[in-house]
């Protein structure tokens, strides 16, 4: 039988995405409100009840609202919003993470789409610390960019709006209190909170993180390539998963480490340099945070929720 999808807010950025990943193909039915019911609230609860899966692209309130809408125990959720990564009986939605991870996804009613900005430096440190390279407690930075579509349509319109005018280089978060830290700090395996410092570029989309590493004061000092084989055991030992990793290499800079490098794609790259006899190491993850940062990882999650029925 032909699953039932909803797009429960088809027309912000990410549901837009997702909607146009999804519309030509023929093993899924996507359903919608019809445009007369739209802000007729027992329609949304309708349709939230009547799909297979609905996959929730709103903020964080309004995603809790529409979980608590679904009266059905069969409607499985994805939730794209920040509200359920970290809440219990919910299933976090990065494949790669562990080599479990896809079929615990498969099989779950409720998954959590991961968020952008903690992908890369969850997939980075986490086969760290589980090798045992890094201790859960190293004191970790992160900082990157992202194209201005992250921040959504009110983002998304304000720069298109300046034009040239608009900022090449924004940090943002200088509060050191992202919404995305209780994310990071749980499924990389930290002991505690990073410090991170995001920027939006004059760019649509696309997006670098990066992880330094001051390792000299540590009993004993990873060299880079240990670094780099354990990234890329954890990644080689993974079937069908969309993360890749860089050969090790010494170089000054690579044409792959650009933002929009993987645009359109759900490709994530990760890359490892180092200096052994400065004990400092940077781990750099390049990726669509509309792609594998966003919508793309949803369609990932809903192709392996849909295999698991």
Request: charged share 20%; proline share 6%; net charge negative.
């Amino acid at each position: 039988m032909t699953a039932r999808i909803f797009i429960d807010g088809e027309h912000g950025t990410t549901g837009l995405q997702i909607r146009a990943r999804l519309a030509e193909r023929r093993d899924i039915e996507l359903i919608s409100v019809p445009v007369e019911r739209r802000k007729d609230p027992a329609a949304r609860a309708e349709y939230l009840n009547a799909a297979d899966i609905a996959i929730l692209c709103l903020p964080d309130d309004a995603a809790r609202e529409s979980v608590s809408l679904i009266a059905n125990g069969s409607t499985r959720i994805i939730d794209a919003s920040t509200a359920h990564r970290v809440a219990d009986g919910w299933t976090y939605g990065f494949p790669e993470m562990d080599r479990e991870q896809a079929k615990a996804i498969a099989s779950a009613r409720m998954v959590a789409n991961p968020g952008c900005w903690p992908q890369g430096p969850i997939a980075l440190l986490r086969p760290l610390i589980a090798s045992g390279l890094l201790p859960a407690d190293f004191p970790v930075t992160i900082n990157g960019i992202s194209g201005y579509s992250g921040g959504g349509r009110s983002m998304i319109e304000d720069y298109e709006s300046k034009g040239e005018d608009a900022p090449e280089f924004l940090p943002y978060g200088l509060t050191l209190n992202h919404k995305h830290l209780p994310e990071l700090r749980t499924y990389a395996g930290l002991a505690g909170d990073p410090v991170m410092q995001p920027a939006v570029g004059n760019f649509a989309q696309g997006m670098i993180t990066v992880v330094p590493l001051q390792l000299g004061h540590l009993p004993r000092v990873p060299k880079g390539e240990e670094l780099h084989a354990a990234i890329a055991d954890h990644y080689a030992a993974l079937e069908h998963g969309v993360v890749e990793v860089a050969p090790y290499s010494a170089s000054e800079r690579s044409s792959e480490i650009q933002p929009e490098r993987y645009n359109g794609t759900n490709t994530m790259k990760l890359h490892v340099f180092a200096n052994d006899d400065r004990a400092q190491a940077l781990l750099i993850a390049v990726y669509d945070n509309l792609g594998k940062g966003a919508s793309g990882a949803a369609v990932q999650n809903l192709d392996l929720m849909l295999s698991g029925n």
